[in-house]
């Protein structure tokens, strides 16, 4: 059973670096989705893809951000310039469109920490 | 303001008690799940419920959705520690069909054996 994966699982960048994550979802699922999660909180949407086309983006997603799904597989979330205050955990998630019940499924995350 | 509010934001109980987490909205929610998330991990989908009035176990968890859809409780009964966690509740706005989810901010659980 593969689920969602996500790499890599933790990175450490300094200010003003720029960093990449990958998320693999379900393969059968067309829908892709970002979110991030700071410390005690729930997770909050950025940007969802359909297939490969992005859909929606959150006003959290400065122009600093920037995410992909070019074969509507894999997907990259890009963070150019990173600050501190975007240290926290990305989360992708997906779900299969396809009836009334859109259940979406959480890989393990990317913790960045931004020093 | 959070569009999902859920409480108690933290719980620290004994083995073998029993606890409701409640999420509440003032919007209305074509579905809503719950999860359940360990540390340094993904959230895990516990359940979806969405017919107003519903209600669905999980072994010795109970899940419940309002009649207006509007809100839903989990309820555990005799806590373990395994049950240890931050469960978090989670949903689709009625008006919304992009499948994006509103998380509430999460309950963090502390069962004591």
């Known amino acids: 059973d593969t689920g969602v994966s996500q790499d890599p699982r933790h990175k450490i960048t300094k200010r003003g670096q720029n960093v990449t994550f990958r998320c693999d979802p379900i393969?059968?699922?067309?829908?892709l989705y970002w979110y991030r999660q700071t410390l005690g909180q729930g997770p909050e949407f950025l940007t969802y893809?359909?297939?490969?086309?992005?859909?929606?983006k959150s006003r959290l997603l400065s122009d600093r951000f920037s995410a992909e799904r070019p074969k509507g597989s894999f997907s990259t979330l890009e963070i150019q310039r990173t600050e501190q205050g975007d240290s926290a955990m990305y989360l992708c998630?997906?779900?299969?469109?396809?009836?009334?019940?859109?259940?979406?499924?959480f890989g393990p995350g990317t913790r960045l920490t931004v020093t | 303001t959070q569009l999902l509010e859920q409480s108690p934001q933290f719980l620290s109980i004994q083995e073998g008690e029993n606890l409701t987490v409640y999420c509440n909205s003032s919007?209305?929610?074509?579905?809503l799940q719950w999860y359940r998330q360990e540390p340094g991990e993904g959230p895990v989908l516990l359940v979806t419920?969405?017919?107003?009035?519903e209600v669905k176990k999980l072994k010795r968890l109970t899940f419940q959705f309002g009649d207006a859809r509007k809100d839903s409780s989990l309820h555990i009964t005799a806590a373990q520690p395994g049950d240890t966690g931050l469960y978090l509740c989670?949903?689709?706005?009625?008006?919304?069909?992009?499948?994006?989810?509103?998380f509430g901010q999460g309950t963090t659980l502390q069962v004591k054996p």
């Open positions: 998630a997906s779900s299969f469109l396809g009836g009334a019940i859109y259940e979406q499924y």
């Open positions: 393969s059968e699922h067309n829908r």
């Open positions: 893809f359909q297939n490969e086309a992005q859909l929606e």
């Open positions: 919007s209305v929610f074509s579905s």
């Open positions: 419920v969405v017919t107003g009035g």
């Open positions: 989670a949903g689709h706005l009625g008006s919304s069909n992009t499948g994006k989810l509103i």
